[in-house]
């Protein structure tokens, strides 16, 4: 089975990614004509990292993953998001050792989706989140903002004790991208 977790900052492509990953696990693993049980999509991303909840929430996680540990997971934000929401927006380090532990065993892996550091293409993926959400604009942040999450994300992507593959999403769509992640979990 295939356990993987979608990380990286803000406008960096991952949820186009994973919808492509998707798309070749779930009809591929599917065992179930009435539901869609091939591969199941965890969208983590719901406004709890870097609050009191995130830890609590990704331990009621963890009890899920071990649930459906025989089966494939996609998870779009987890533990190093956390982390990163916690540096960023209050200055406070966070430890997620013990639950890495846990995430090594059920075999996850984590897929770190970057953008290209140039202010003309992040101020074009900040329009296009906008047009699809214009909630955003609450928390939108400035473009430097973004390109230093970035760069907390990969520092803490070296760390962890995961196995990762780091992408950088130049132009989305992009198949090139997808086949290197279809080809780099189908060889682990």
């Known amino acids: 089975m295939h356990h993987l977790i979608f990380e990286g900052a803000e406008l960096a492509g991952k949820s186009w990614l994973m919808s492509q990953v998707y798309n070749y696990l779930e009809p591929k693993y599917n065992q179930n004509k009435n539901v869609l049980d091939g591969c199941h999509w965890f969208n983590c991303d719901i406004g709890i990292y870097g609050t009191k909840y995130g830890k609590e929430v990704i331990e009621s996680y963890l009890n899920i993953f071990q649930t459906l540990q025989d089966k494939n997971l996609i998870v779009e934000k987890l533990h190093i998001s956390d982390i990163v929401y916690h540096r960023l927006l209050e200055q406070k380090e966070i430890s997620y050792a013990e639950q890495e532990e846990v995430l090594k065993k059920l075999g996850f892996k984590i897929i770190l989706?970057?953008?290209?550091?140039?202010?003309?293409?992040?101020?074009?993926?900040?329009k296009d989140r906008l047009n699809i959400y214009p909630h955003y604009k609450k928390i939108l942040k400035n473009i430097d903002w973004y390109i230093d999450q970035q760069k907390e994300y990969e520092k803490e992507v070296q760390k962890s004790i995961l196995p990762s593959l780091i992408i950088e999403t130049n132009i989305l769509p992009d198949e090139n991208l997808v086949n290197k992640i279809l080809k780099w979990i189908t060889k682990i």
Request: net charge neutral; glycine share 0%.
């Open 113 to 126: 989706i970057k953008f290209p550091e140039n202010k003309e293409i992040i101020s074009e993926r900040i």
